[in-house]
């Protein structure tokens, strides 16, 4: 199977929140990553949490944690066109991508 | 800021060429790294490098060299270019020892087409 899995699409109305879920294999990943990739771009780390957390906000991102079941998501609030991009959750080091979330906003 | 650049934003070549890509990065770090991205793959790994002319195979290296002489410098060879080498090359490099969670910062890619 796959190290990491997610949702190859997301479409989500402007002002909407967003939800991009991911399940990943290895428990020891000491962080975990979320890397965004705009349109004709390279990859940009959006954030990150370590393991022993739950969750992590920064600004209009949650990150939620659940090591039991080895799942990580992000909650974009408020949506804006902007958000478009390539969603990518990534473990280990060197780091294991997941396939990547197309986040659609509709305005 | 950290700047990451790839030599190339388009290459087109022909089968059996032997193709050079390029990577340079200014902030000294130690580990440097290949992926291709595929639609509907991701991005998978070919090499990475944690020093000058170390290197470590990633999860895809067939097909594929590599070449760190100098830190600032990664190059990625295709000994002999085949269609299904077509793809997006992205270079990616990080600070400090590889477990640590330093973020790795990418260049802008390389979209290679092989006919």
């Known amino acids: ?21 991911c399940t990943y294999t290895d428990s020891s990943s000491t962080y975990l990553y979320w890397y965004k990739q705009e349109p004709g771009a390279g990859l940009q780390l959006l954030t990150y949490i370590f393991s022993n957390m739950d969750m992590k906000q920064d600004q209009r991102l949650t ?4 090591k039991k079941d080895k799942h990580l998501s992000l909650r974009i609030a408020d949506t804006q066109t902007g958000d478009s991009a390539i969603y990518f959750c990534a ?17 | 800021d950290v700047k990451v650049t790839q030599s190339s934003r ?55 060299s590599v070449s760190r002489e100098k830190k600032e410098r990664f190059s990625l060879i295709l000994e002999s270019a085949s269609t299904n080498q077509t793809s997006m090359y992205l270079c990616a490099s990080k600070k400090g020892g590889l477990a640590q969670s330093y973020e790795q910062y990418f260049g802008p890619g390389t979209r290679l087409t092989v006919t």
Not at chain 2, 43 to 56: G, N, P, T
Request: hydrophobic share 35%; aromatic share 12%; with cysteine.
């Open chain 2, 10 to 64: 388009y290459l087109v070549k022909r089968t059996g060429e032997k193709v050079f890509l390029e990577c340079v990065q200014d902030m000294d770090h130690e580990n440097m790294f290949w992926y291709r991205q595929d639609p509907g793959l991701g991005l998978r790994l070919i090499y990475f490098s944690y020093d000058v002319k170390m290197k470590e195979k990633g999860d895809i290296p067939e097909g594929y």
């Open chain 1, 63 to 66: 990150v939620l944690l659940n």
């Open chain 1, 91 to 107: 473990e280990r080091t060197p780091l294991v991508f997941g396939k990547g979330t197309r986040l659609s906003v509709i305005a």
């Open chain 1, 1 to 21: 199977g796959e190290d990491v899995e997610q949702s190859l699409f997301l479409s989500v109305r402007e002002g909407d929140s967003s939800v991009i879920n």
